[in-house]
Every structure is written in C-alpha cells, then in structure tokens.
Antibody, heavy 113, light 111 residues
Framework: QVQLQESGPGLVKPSETLSLTCTVS??????????WSWIRQPPGKGLEWIGY???????DYNPSLKSRVTISADASNNQFSLKMSYVTAADTAVYYC?????WGQGILVTVSS | DIVMTQTPLSLAVAPGQPAAISCKSS??????????LYWYLQKPGQPPQLLIY???NRFSGVSDRFSGSGSGTDFTLKISRVEAEDVGVYYC?????????FGQGTRLEIK
C-alpha cells in the first residue's frame, strides 16, 4: 500500500507562507490517475478539505482558501506540495496529504510569532 | 457547499452491542450510477482511516462488523458488535462536488 509522508516547518510566523511537502512512496505522482489532496484539522476540531491536484496539473481549491493556496507536483522527487500564503493563527492545524482516499500521518503546523 | 450532518455527535456503547451513525447530505450524492459517500474513523492520535467507500464497500482490511448503507442523501454506518478498538471519531465525507466536505464527526466511546 502506498505511503505518504508530510514534511515541512512546524512553526510559521503570521503573514508568512506555509510550505509543506508530501513524499509518495511508490512514484505514482507521475501518474495522471490520482487525486492528490491536502486536508487540515485544527486542534480538537473537524476536517477541512484544502484542495487537490489531478490529471497531471489541474487543481481545485476550497473557495474559502483559494486566494491563498497553491498545490503543485514535483514528479522527479515523487512529491507534491502545498503553499499557503498570509497565514494567521486560524491556520494552525494538522495538515494531511492524501492520494485519493488514503491519507498520510499528518504534520502539525503552528502559526505564531 | 454540500452540508454533511451527522447524528448523534457522540455515543457510548457497551462492548458487543451494536451502534449506528447517521449522515445526511444537503444534496444528492448520486451521479452517473455512483454515490460519492465515504466513512472514515479517526482513532485517538491517528490520521483518519478509510472504512467504507461509495456507501457500502468495505476498504481492504476493514472488519466485516462495519457496514454502510443508504442512498441519495441519507446514509448509515453500522457496527454490528462494538469492540474497544472501535473507539474514536467517525466522519462521513462527500466528494461529488468541490469543495469536498465532511460531517462534524461522531465520537464513539465504550461504556
């Protein structure tokens, strides 16, 4: 079964850009067959879909975050990434990457000065 | 956005007893013969894990104590005999329309 692993800074300052990477174990980022998603979960709260990439570069984003979010792929490194600009404390959450319906372990990102 | 409403939000069940969680969507999740409704379980300290896809299909390795049913806008997850390992928060999810949305979650505890 594919393994997904999130990585990136655990602490980001307000107004800066959050950048996370998801490494995929089986090289399938190069395939156009999957949906590559980011989802987040604020501490003690529910799940919020951020967006996904599919068909080798097409993207859809949650309208609530669309102006601040970019999802892209680095197929040569079997990775895809999330960038979220102008973060605030409200963006503090565990961020999960997913391939279709299978999720990584998640990474906690705290926004604080 | 499609609103997913779960009930109850919490339940406590004795081991060996059944449990049921309802999920209602604000729009039909049926499109071209496929219903885009999924169930996840988030155990304490873990990421959500897929239990059921497309209403009633158990994911690989999921116990047959779990079953999903429903159609259109009304769906149910049933656990035939609750075990201690079933503790956690259950979420329904729809992916027929962007943004993908989740129910609020139902916390299952053991009595």
């Amino acid at each position: 079964q594919v393994q997904l692993q999130e990585s990136g800074p655990g602490l980001v300052k307000p107004s800066e850009t959050l950048s996370l990477t998801c490494t995929v174990s089986d090289g399938s980022v190069t395939s156009g067959s999957y949906y590559w998603s980011w989802i987040r979960q604020p501490p003690g709260k529910g799940l919020e879909w951020i967006g996904y990439m599919y068909h080798s570069g097409n993207t859809d984003y949650n309208p609530s975050l669309k102006s601040r979010v970019t999802i892209s792929a680095d197929a040569s490194n079997n990775q895809f990434s999330l960038k979220m600009s102008y973060v605030t404390a409200a963006d503090t959450a565990v961020y999960y990457c997913a391939r279709d319906l299978l999720w990584g372990q998640g990474i906690l990102v705290t926004v604080s000065s | 956005d499609i609103v997913m409403t779960q009930t109850p939000l919490s339940l406590a069940v004795a081991p060996g007893q059944p449990a049921a969680i309802s999920c209602k969507s604000s729009q039909s999740l049926l499109h071209s013969g496929k219903t885009y409704l999924y169930w996840y379980l988030q155990k304490p300290g873990q990421p959500p894990q897929l239990l059921i896809y497309e209403v009633s299909n158990r994911f690989s390795g999921v116990s047959d104590r779990f079953s999903g049913s429903g159609s259109g806008t009304d769906f149910t997850l049933k656990i035939s005999r609750v075990e201690a390992e079933d503790v956690g928060v259950y979420y329904c999810m729809q992916s027929i329309q962007v943004p993908i949305t989740f129910g609020q979650g139902t916390r299952l505890e053991i009595k």
